[in-house]
T-cell receptor, first 113, second 111 residues
Framework: GAGVSQSPSNKVTEKGKDVELRCDPI?????LYWYRQSLGQGLEFLIY????????KSGLPSDRFSAERTGGSVSTLTIQRTQQEDSAVYLC???????????FGSGTRLTVV | QKEVEQDPGPLSVPEGAIVSLNCTYS??????FMWYRQYSRKGPELLMY????GNKEDGRFTAQVDKSSKYISLFIRDSQPSDSATYLC???????????FGKGTTLSVSS
C-alpha cells in the first residue's frame, strides 16, 4: 500500500481482556517500530524489528506486551490482561533499512474500561 | 532528568509570525536529529532531518543543531494556519535505532 496501515483505528476493551493490534508497513520497508503515545507523555518506544535480526524489545513495559512480525511484513502487537494504564494511541512506523525517514501510521486508539 | 526535554506549550502566534521551537537533551551521544509534525488524530510526519551539528533549510522551515549546548531548534517563517499542529523533536545515537522523542509542542497559528 501507499502508507502504513493500522487496524483497528479504535478499540475499546474491558480490563483484563487481551487485544491484538495490527500494522501493515510500506511494502519493501525492512524496519518496523511500535510506539505508544499517552496524553502528555510523548511517544514511548516499545519494540523494533529490522529485517531478520532479533527484535529490540527493550521498550516493552511489561511481559503482558509482546509483538511479532510475520514474513518480514505485517506485525501484531498483543497486550494481555489489559489494564487501564494501557489506554493510549499505539503507533506503528516503518522505514527502509537504517533510514531515519520513518513513515507512521495513524495509530490505534486503545481505551481500556 | 529526561533524555529529551521539550516545552509542551501551547504556543499561539498570528499568521505570518516567525515561530521558534526548541528541545534540549542530555545524551551527548545523540547524532541524528529530527523534527516531526503531528496533526490531531494522525501519525507524526517527518519534517526535517539533520545529522550532527549545523543548519538545514527547507522552504519555510530551518532546523538548527548545537551539539555543544545540546540544543536543537526548528524555525518556521511566515507561519500559516495550516502549520497548527504538535511538533515533536526526536533523536538517536545511531542510524537504524529507535528514536527518543520529546513530548511535543502544540502550535496554534491564527489567521
Amino acid at each position: 500500500g501507499a502508507g502504513v496501515s493500522q487496524s483497528p483505528s479504535n478499540k475499546v476493551t474491558e480490563k483484563g481482556k487481551d487485544v491484538e493490534l495490527r500494522c501493515d508497513p510500506i511494502s519493501g520497508h525492512t524496519a518496523l517500530y511500535w510506539y505508544r503515545q499517552s496524553l502528555g507523555q510523548g511517544l514511548e518506544f516499545l519494540i523494533y524489528f529490522q529485517g531478520n535480526s532479533a527484535p529490540d524489545k527493550s521498550g516493552l513495559p511489561s511481559d503482558r506486551f509482546s509483538a511479532e512480525r510475520t514474513g518480514g511484513s505485517v506485525s501484531t502487537l498483543t497486550i494481555q490482561r489489559t489494564q487501564q494504564e494501557d489506554s493510549a494511541v499505539y503507533l506503528c512506523a516503518s522505514s527502509f533499512g537504517t533510514d531515519h525517514g520513518y513513515t507512521f501510521g495513524s495509530g490505534t486508539r486503545l481505551t481500556v474500561v | 532528568q529526561k533524555e529529551v526535554e521539550q516545552d509542551p506549550g501551547p504556543l499561539s502566534v498570528p499568521e505570518g509570525a516567525i515561530v521558534s521551537l526548541n528541545c534540549t537533551y542530555s545524551n551527548s551521544a545523540f547524532q541524528y536529529f529530527m523534527w516531526y509534525r503531528q496533526y490531531s488524530r494522525k501519525g507524526p510526519e517527518l519534517l526535517m532531518y539533520t545529522y550532527s551539528s549545523g543548519n538545514k533549510e527547507d522552504g519555510r522551515f530551518t532546523a538548527q543543531v548545537d551539539k555543544s549546548s545540546k540544543y536543537i531548534s526548528l524555525f518556521i517563517r511566515d507561519s500559516q494556519p495550516s502549520d497548527s499542529a504538535t511538533y515533536l523533536c526526536a533523536m538517536s545515537t545511531q542510524a537504524g535505532t529507535a528514536l527518543i522523542f520529546g513530548k511535543g509542542t502544540t502550535l496554534s497559528v491564527s489567521s
